[in-house]
């Protein structure tokens, strides 16, 4: 069996208590603001290198369920979404001292986040499911997967089906597609962000996200020629 990278000894115990931890308490048990401007983050992870674990917390509480939600789309296993999670932001924690503010903070997280998905997905262990909702969806309402300006299909379509229709999509796509993909439609980052996350020019991170998309119309049109006569007899 292969050894986990975290285990519960390596976690602060602020980290730890926050799944557990209301938001309305979390300034009195931290001692921190919760609303904090995302641009400012950088500068509370310096704090986390100067060995803030107060300020560790405050990042794990913001971007928990976005990590989560990001690696549930490479394995399509919430338990294991969750324990690739706790091992970023371990990984996060441990290598804190070599953090530089050089790009916003968040694009830093999902560069550590990719790269350990990626080589999560390369074991050959997982394939993302056809699961309609992650966890942090289940919460959020669902995702918005395609913008305004992309050409949709019939709005009649049911947004669990759709969801259906990308998590199907999400199978069928490379690795590097899959993750420009989740990073713009689902955490609406930049493709500047995007490119930095994954190493890659901005020309080539639109060329991933173009396919993507292209990807998920194709289901989902799928999906609406295979339910339409059934919908107009009804």
């Given at each position: 069996?292969?050894?986990?990278?975290?285990?519960?000894?390596?976690?602060?115990?602020?980290?730890?208590?926050?799944?557990?931890?209301?938001?309305?308490?979390?300034?009195?048990?931290?001692?921190?603001?919760?609303?904090?401007?995302?641009?400012?983050?950088?500068?509370?992870?310096?704090?986390?290198?100067?060995?803030?674990?107060?300020?560790?917390?405050?990042?794990?509480?913001?971007?928990h369920a976005?990590?989560?939600?990001?690696?549930?789309?490479?394995?399509?296993?919430?338990?294991?979404?969750?324990?690739?999670?706790?091992?970023?932001?371990?990984?996060?924690?441990?290598?804190?001292?070599?953090?530089?503010?050089?790009?916003?903070?968040?694009?830093?997280?999902?560069?550590?986040?990719?790269?350990?998905?990626?080589?999560?997905?390369?074991?050959?262990?997982?394939?993302?499911?056809?699961?309609?909702?992650?966890?942090?969806?289940?919460?959020?309402?669902?995702?918005?997967?395609?913008?305004?300006?992309?050409?949709?299909?019939?709005?009649?379509?049911?947004?669990?089906?759709?969801?259906r229709a990308?998590?199907?999509?999400?199978?069928?796509?490379?690795?590097?597609?899959?993750?420009?993909?989740?990073?713009?439609?689902?955490?609406?980052?930049?493709?500047?962000?995007?490119?930095?996350?994954?190493?890659?020019?901005?020309?080539?991170?639109?060329?991933?996200?173009?396919?993507?998309?292209?990807?998920?119309?194709?289901?989902?049109?799928?999906?609406?020629?295979?339910?339409?006569?059934?919908?107009?007899?009804?």
């Amino acid at each position: 069996m292969r050894e986990r990278v975290a285990t519960p000894k390596t976690v602060p115990a602020a980290h730890r208590r926050l799944q557990s931890t209301p938001s309305r308490n979390f300034r009195k048990t931290t001692g921190l603001e919760l609303g904090v401007d995302e641009d400012s983050d950088a500068q509370v992870m310096l704090r986390v290198a100067a060995g803030d674990r107060k300020a560790f917390a405050l990042l794990f509480d913001r971007y928990h369920a976005s990590v989560a939600r990001f690696a549930f789309r490479f394995v399509g296993d919430r338990a294991r979404a969750e324990e690739l999670t706790q091992d970023i932001f371990v990984k996060l924690y441990r290598n804190a001292k070599a953090y530089k503010p050089t790009a916003q903070f968040k694009t830093f997280l999902f560069r550590v986040a990719t790269n350990h998905c990626l080589n999560e997905v390369r074991r050959g262990e997982y394939r993302v499911a056809h699961t309609p909702t992650s966890p942090a969806d289940e919460n959020d309402g669902g995702v918005d997967v395609m913008d305004a300006q992309a050409e949709r299909p019939d709005e009649a379509v049911a947004g669990r089906e759709l969801e259906r229709a990308v998590g199907e999509a999400l199978q069928g796509m490379s690795e590097r597609e899959r993750a420009a993909f989740t990073m713009c439609r689902f955490e609406g980052m930049a493709y500047r962000d995007i490119a930095t996350a994954l190493e890659a020019s901005e020309a080539a991170v639109k060329s991933l996200i173009h396919r993507a998309t292209l990807a998920v119309a194709r289901k989902v049109e799928a999906l609406q020629a295979g339910i339409g006569p059934e919908r107009s007899r009804a």
